[in-house]
T-cell receptor, first 112, second 114 residues
Framework: QKEVEQNSGPLSVPEGAIASLNCTYS??????FFWYRQYSGKSPELIMS????GDKEDGRFTAQLNKASQYVSLLIRDSQPSDSATYLC????????????FGKGITLSVRP | GAVVSQHPSWVICKSGTSVKIECRSL??????MFWYRQFPKQSLMLMAT?????????EQGVEKDKFLINHASLTLSTLTVTSAHPEDSSFYIC??????????FGPGTRLTVT
């Protein structure tokens, strides 16, 4: 089982809709979870971090964490064409020598 | 978040030559920085952890003699790709260790080896 898994995608939603991106992880000891956005040809940009169970909202973005089920999700409300990008889920794994492990990413396309 | 710069943003080199990539943490004293590599249509893969004043820690499968990392100061880490080959062509991205484990990435360096 891969350490961090994301839906294969791509995901296409109409402008104004809610985009839901999901991610599961295998290390139950993981404590830190991140969502990065990566535009084509650019480096990843941190958009959300979450450390405790529940929801964390920042503008149009909501991260949700469920440690018991080992999943973390990202909701994008009122999706805009500018949200079209690849979204990478990242989990800090490994305890004392922790490393950021990335999922493969899911490409989101927001149709005008 | 932290601001990280990289130089150069892109480089083309001939097979067999060496290329040095610089990564600077502009507003944070980073004792630890990270080097990643990303091939087209793939996710980021951690290559090594760069530690200020000590040897880098390399991930399994990454040749430490080929990818030389130097972290001589709290704001600068360098990655030198030695004897580059076409299969080393990739997008190299560094990040700093950030606060609360949040990593902020540099803009990346696109390396093309001809």
């Amino acid at each position: 089982q891969k350490e961090v898994e994301q839906n294969s995608g791509p995901l296409s939603v109409p402008e104004g809709a809610i985009a839901s991106l999901n991610c599961t992880y295998s290390d139950r000891g993981s404590q830190s979870f991140f969502w990065y956005r990566q535009y084509s040809g650019k480096s990843p940009e941190l958009i959300m971090s979450i450390y405790s169970n529940g929801d964390k909202e920042d503008g149009r973005f909501t991260a949700q964490l469920n440690k018991a089920s080992q999943y973390v999700s990202l909701l994008i409300r009122d999706s805009q064409p500018s949200d079209s990008a690849t979204y990478l889920c990242a989990v800090l794994v490994g305890g004392a020598n922790s490393k950021l492990t990335f999922g493969k990413g899911i490409t989101l396309s927001v149709r005008p | 978040g932290a601001v990280v710069s990289q130089h150069p943003s892109w480089v083309i080199c001939k097979s067999g030559t060496s290329v040095k990539i610089e990564c600077r943490s502009l507003d944070f004293q980073a004792t630890t920085m990270f080097w990643y590599r990303q091939f087209p249509k793939q996710s980021l893969m951690l290559m090594a952890t760069s530690n200020e004043g000590s040897k880098a820690t390399y991930e399994q499968g990454v040749e430490k003699d080929k990818f030389l990392i130097n972290h001589a100061s709290l704001t600068l880490s360098t990655l030198t790709v030695t004897s580059a080959h076409p299969e080393d062509s990739s997008f190299y991205i560094c990040s700093d260790s950030g606060i609360v484990n949040e990593q902020y990435f540099g803009p990346g360096t696109r390396l093309t080896v001809t």
